[in-house]
């Protein structure tokens, strides 16, 4: 009792293709079960997939490192260092035009238990002698708020917006809890 050479995994046939195929519309591969494989039927079949690059498809379809080496998530979320450089390979049956192994570039995810609600709580409460950008690690404007009486008040109202906004996180780079 062998099964068909066309229900074989991906990782044991050899599929080629189109790349002529109109992107995101389903298209045809042209797959080949090798010699040395136990199955039965035609070696030769076509199997049926949504035309994309492998590093296009789905984040359900891939899976990816998740090094956050040199993540920050302090400042604005365009920023270089908001992103890092995954190494990611296409799930065993995705077919997909191009390499199964590629490089995708990922928002950086990870937290030190830094709070939120206790920034926000820091900032409203005892922002003019810069607790809240103590809580957060950021000592230097700390200091700066603290013999500024938080720049009378105008310096304290700006961080209340920035950090209940979420604009100024935790300076080790990682994110709220």
């Known amino acids: 009792s062998s099964i068909s050479c066309s229900s074989l995994p991906l ?8 790349y002529s195929c109109k992107y995101g519309a389903s298209s045809n591969a042209s797959c080949t079960a ?3 494989a136990r199955c039965e039927g035609a070696r030769n079949f076509t199997l049926q997939f949504q035309c994309s690059y492998c590093y296009l498809t789905d984040d359900e379809t891939h899976r990816c ?3 956050d080496i040199g993540c920050r998530s302090v400042g604005s979320p365009t920023s270089k260092s ?12 995705t077919i997909c035009l191009g390499k199964q192994v ?29 607790a809240d950008r103590f809580y957060l690690g ?3 404007e700390g200091i700066g708020k603290l013999f500024s009486f938080g720049g009378l008040g105008v310096w304290t109202l700006v961080d209340v917006v920035l950090v209940s906004t979420g604009y100024i996180g935790p300076a080790d780079g990682s994110l709220y809890i």
């Open 11 to 18: 990782s044991c046939i050899s599929c080629s293709c189109p």
């Open 34 to 36: 090798p010699p040395e």
């Open 65 to 67: 490192s998740t090094r």
């Open 82 to 93: 908001h992103w890092y450089i995954a190494n990611c390979t296409t799930r065993e049956n």
């Open 102 to 130: 590629f490089s995708k570039k990922k928002e950086c995810n990870w937290t030190e238990g830094y709070s939120w609600k206790t920034a926000c709580i820091l900032s409203i409460t005892l922002g003019g002698f810069g």
């Open 138 to 140: 950021h000592w230097q």
